[in-house]
Structures are given as C-alpha cells and as structure tokens.
C-alpha cells in the first residue's frame, strides 16, 4: 500500500522558518492533488494547503503569506515551507492526497516556542 513519510520537523523560535518534505512511495504520485495537514494537541485535523499535480495552490488563511507548498513528481515529494512561524502553528504535520485517501503517515512535530 501506499506509504508516506514525513520528515522536517523541530524546535523553532517564533519568526523562524522550517521546512518540512514528504516522500510518497507505492502511488503513481503526479496524479495526486496533495495536501498539507496538521493537528495541534486537544484540536482536530485540519487542512493546511493544497497543490495539484501541476502545481496550483491553495491555503488555509492562517498561513495564507507564510507557508509555501511545493512539489517535485520526479522524486515523489511535497515540501511545505514555513516562515514567519508562531506558537499557533505547533502541531504535529502530516501530508496525504487532498482527499486524505491514503493511510497516514507519523507525521513530524513542529514546535514554536521561545
């Protein structure tokens, strides 16, 4: 089955910048839509940003000017790069197709705190 594996994640200052990536494996990955998604503690799943198999993208508000989703189909990854990070953003991050149809990953922690 397909297998995703996220990997990026830290501790972070407020204001800093992270970059996260996820390796797709199993699936014919440029036919996907993929996503970003995370999950704060206490809170539910919710969807980050999105990039279709050609590269449009779309964002949540709160990290709409901040967050940058990214794609390379040749080696099977999203990226998500975080700038401007605020301890609103800690969350554990995972990546899925924009559907969420794919069994999910363990996700990488971020962390914002001073």
């Known amino acids: 089955q397909a297998q995703l594996v996220e990997s990026g994640g830290g501790l972070v200052q407020p204001g800093g910048s992270l970059r996260l990536s996820c390796a797709a494996s199993?699936?014919?990955?440029?036919?996907?839509?993929m996503a970003w998604y995370r999950q704060a503690p206490g809170k539910q799943r919710e969807l980050v940003a999105t990039?279709?198999?050609?590269?449009?993208?779309n964002y949540a508000d709160s990290v709409k000017g901040r967050f940058t989703v990214s794609r390379d189909n040749a080696k099977n990854t999203v990226y998500l790069q975080m700038a401007s990070l605020e301890p609103e953003d800690t969350a554990v991050y995972y990546c899925?197709?924009?559907?969420?149809?794919?069994?999910w990953g363990q996700g990488t922690q971020v962390t914002v705190s001073s």
């Open positions: 899925n197709t924009a559907s969420g149809v794919l069994t």
């Open positions: 990039i279709t198999n050609d590269g449009r993208t």
């Open positions: 199993r699936i014919i990955f440029n036919m996907y839509f």
